[in-house]
């Protein structure tokens, strides 16, 4: 069972779609042993009867399982790739079996800070370090015990295309696509800092207490750090193009901001900010962040080529022209080394930056239509 949130929600309160796995102990890349572990995860169609039609979707940083659908009871928000998972759209659940778990280290209902230890108080400071992989080898074990031992495809883009690319160096007999989205081989230092920036404002605020406010129901969290640490992030999400042509230098409303007033992007990164508290647990946002931080596919694995050269499957790779935190020559690198494609990764053309691949939904389906297309062909 979670512990209560500090954003005023938990799913315990209203499951909505969810299901909840029950994994056992699971093993950490870094060392120990994470026991009862616990995945909360929504799927969507019909699983057919040779267990073949499965797709894996897997969410970015602050997403959860609940990719499809509208908001409502146990939903705060619509699913995040509604636009493209669903009856005759380019996940189309007429035809596959989408599984979308919420990652492990989350507080979307799977294990993390906020869910509670053996003991029966809340992790907390207490929760282990989590890699990228450690969050793959717990959805391998949510795969088995769904006795899906094949995916069509694996998709995801930011984090979730981090976990992609693990999922075909760590377990490549077990899918025959891949589309890494937004993302590169390793996480880098430009990336690196400006992540640990964010871990830092939510470390700093005095109400973090090293992360033993989750064990003070009373307590109110480090809201302050978190609304600064995701203005930071939504600024990198975004790009200076469409920022420059939504904002400029305006006002918000009627303030001055010669007077104390508040210019519209600031306004706009504040609400950000405000919207994410209400939903998302500050100790998860640290794991999470920190797991991207993690991220290297190359490591103790030969380097990043030898790594990406065990991948079997049909992968394609996709960046964005205007994404200023996985900049696309990144993915065109990944492309490169993967050898596919001619060596190019494929363009979402968009203003929007890095969330284009939640945004951009008709090039973003018709990429991954393409690839669902040839890997049904095959079937």
């Known amino acids: 069972m979670a512990a209560r949130q500090h954003g005023g929600w938990h799913p315990g309160d209203h499951p909505g779609r969810r299901q909840f796995a029950t994994l ?15 995945l909360a ?3 969507f169609g019909t699983l057919n009867r040779e267990h073949n039609n499965a797709v ?11 990719v499809s659908g509208v908001a409502g009871e146990g939903h705060v928000s619509p699913g ?10 380019a996940i189309d659940t007429d035809r596959w079996f989408v599984l979308c778990p919420n990652v492990l280290g989350g507080c979307q209902g799977s294990t993390g800070p906020s869910s509670r230890h053996p003991d029966g108080e809340p992790w907390g400071a207490r929760f ?16 088995d ?9 694996v998709l995801g883009g930011s984090m979730g295309g981090m976990r992609v690319l693990e999922w075909g160096i760590m377990a490549p007999e077990r899918m025959r696509g891949l589309a890494p989205i937004a993302v590169s081989a390793t996480a880098t230092s430009d990336q690196i800092g400006l992540q640990t920036m964010q871990i830092n404002m939510i470390r700093s605020d005095p109400a973090w207490q090293g992360g033993a406010y989750l064990c003070n129901p009373d307590a109110p969290g480090p809201t302050a750090g978190l609304m600064l640490a995701r ?15 939504r904002f400029a230098r305006r006002a918000q409303g009627d303030e001055d901001p010669l007077r104390d007033g508040r210019f519209a992007v600031s306004s706009y990164l504040e609400y950000h900010g405000e919207k994410l508290v209400r939903r998302f647990d500050a100790a998860s946002y640290v794991t999470l962040t920190h797991a991207m931080n993690t991220h290297d596919v190359g490591r103790d694995r030969g380097g990043v080529s030898q790594a990406l050269a065990t991948i079997r499957a049909d992968v394609v790779v996709a ?10 020559e990144e993915q065109h690198a990944l492309a490169h080394q993967l050898h596919i494609h001619g060596d190019r990764a494929t363009v979402i053309r968009s203003p929007y930056g890095h969330d284009g691949f939640l945004i951009e939904a008709p090039q973003v389906g018709r990429i991954i239509g393409a690839l669902l297309t040839r890997i049904h062909n095959n079937l």
Request: charged content about 15%.
């Open 24 to 38: 056992g102990a699971l093993p950490l890349e870094l060392g120990g042993v994470l026991p009862a572990v616990t």
């Open 41 to 43: 995860y929504e799927t």
């Open 56 to 66: 894996l979707v897997l969410h970015a940083l602050t997403g959860d399982s609940h």
């Open 80 to 89: 995040w790739w509604d636009q493209l998972v669903g009856p005759g759209k």
């Open 128 to 143: 282990p370090i989590i890699t990228i992989r450690d969050q793959v080898a717990a959805e391998i074990l949510l795969a």
């Open 145 to 153: 015990q769904l006795s899906i031992h094949q995916f069509a495809a």
């Open 231 to 245: 203005q930071l992030a939504h600024w990198s999400y975004r790009s200076r193009e469409e920022f420059s042509l």
């Open 319 to 328: 960046g964005i022209d205007s994404d200023r935190l996985y900049p696309l």
